[in-house]
T-cell receptor, first 112, second 111 residues
């Protein structure tokens, strides 16, 4: 069974630029999550979707971050404009409703 | 106070040693508990769930003390391949499967 796919794997941008990350969850997983993991910290949930609806976006900095999952399958996370403190690994995870979350390999973002 | 607190380590232990990690959580509404393992520059993966009665999976034993809001992970006969960061994770009651992660404890097993 294919795992969670993410792209790109690495991205380097300058502050104030925009960036987008893509995630394709495991087939049949209704719930999709985006996490931010800053170096030396555990992952922090940014947003959770169930199908194409948002379940929790309480920790998403909505002034600069946006995410969508229009058809209830793959998802994009965008940052516009990026700040230095956005440098982190962005992890996508998916699960069946209420079940174990499986993580993708992540996108490592460096903001210069 | 952080929702989930762990000693970041690193714990440097010789191969074959027994090592224990501790974790405390602040929200008494926490319902489910897990240990995840994260290898360097890799994604987190579920190591084991933690049950009130305690549970064991091979060389790994997890325990939960709800009264003290304390979780532990014991690794016996540690192997070089156990070197990783161990993340303590909690899920709240009615939290929609939202996981809250600790900062992780780094383990290095040496020859």
């Amino acid at each position: 069974e294919a795992g969670v796919a993410q792209s790109p794997r690495y991205k380097i941008i300058e502050k104030r630029q925009s960036v987008a990350f893509w995630c394709n969850p495991i087939s049949g997983h209704a719930t999709l999550y985006w996490y931010q993991q800053i170096l030396g910290q555990g992952p922090k949930l940014l947003i959770q979707f169930q199908n194409n609806g948002v379940v929790d976006d309480s920790q998403l900095p909505k002034d600069r971050f946006s995410a969508e999952r229009l058809k209830g399958v793959d998802s994009t996370l965008k940052i516009q404009p990026a700040k230095l403190e956005d440098s982190a690994v962005y992890l996508c995870a998916s699960s069946k409703v209420g079940n174990e979350q499986f993580f993708g390999p992540g996108t490592r973002l460096t903001v210069l | 106070r952080k929702e989930v607190e762990q000693d970041p380590g690193p714990f440097n232990v010789p191969e074959g040693a027994t090592v224990a990690f501790n974790c405390t959580y602040s929200n008494s509404a926490s319902q489910s508990f897990f240990w995840y393992r994260q290898d360097c520059r890799k994604e987190p993966k579920l190591l084991m769930s933690v049950y009130s009665s305690g549970n064991e999976d091979g060389r790994f034993t997890a325990q939960l003390n709800r009264a003290s809001q304390y979780i532990s992970l014991l690794i016996r006969d540690s192997k070089l391949s156990d070197s990783a960061t161990y993340l303590c994770v909690v899920r709240l009651t009615g939290g929609g499967n939202k996981l809250t992660f600790g900062t992780g404890t780094q383990l290095k097993v040496e020859l």
